[in-house]
């Protein structure tokens, strides 16, 4: 319970390692990722209307027991769900009914797990990073019938993270490279990317990226314990 910020109060928890959570836009469902040492990473849907007393409701495999789950990307505005595997691919999946999940369709990959997902803000362009230094870019208009965009070798080592302005106009990555660098991407035509700046400033490499929307703000943060603000970008 944050709702006084300065003393935040636990009200439940769950066993286990979770990660890139989301919630739906009623706050009742929450999305998450969880961790498994031994075995396949899984999806993992829960029922929060009720925070106390919090219910799984389902679990999404990826598919092929060869594969795990690397990273999902949740919208709210449509109840979709998007999730990459070790080879690459990516999953998008209806979760309109939290219960019974269905998958929509497959994107192919390039052999390579992928660390960076981002969906731009007009929720239309999916954005995939992938540790073979690629990235990719999907039209998702139609999550049922995606179409590829465009892909480039963005860094010298994995993309770490990936995040879109807020006109959807620029797309920001970061690597695991130890020159720490931030590349800006005209991504206006997504077809023909374009580079348009690099920040350096860290000294090891950036796990993420984000845009803070009202003041077109970027914020990385490194390896190196820093976290940075970027203005007028």
Known sequence: ????PSTPKLISKTDGYYTNLGFTLDGKILTSLKIHSDVNNVVVLFDVSNPKSHVELTQLESGDEELDIT????NPNKNLLFFSRSDGSILAWDVQNPEVPIMLSTMNGYGNWVYGLALSPDENALAVGDGGTIIALWDVTDPAAPSFLSSWSGHSFAINSL????DGNTLASSSTETNAQVVLWDVTDKSSPIKTRTINGHSLGVNVVIFE???NMLLSG???GAIMIWDSI
């Open 1 to 4: 319970d944050v709702a006084d």
């Open 71 to 74: 990273r999902i990307i949740f």
């Open 163 to 166: 995040a879109f302005s807020t």
């Open 213 to 215: 929307s009202r003041n």
């Open 222 to 224: 490194s390896r190196d």
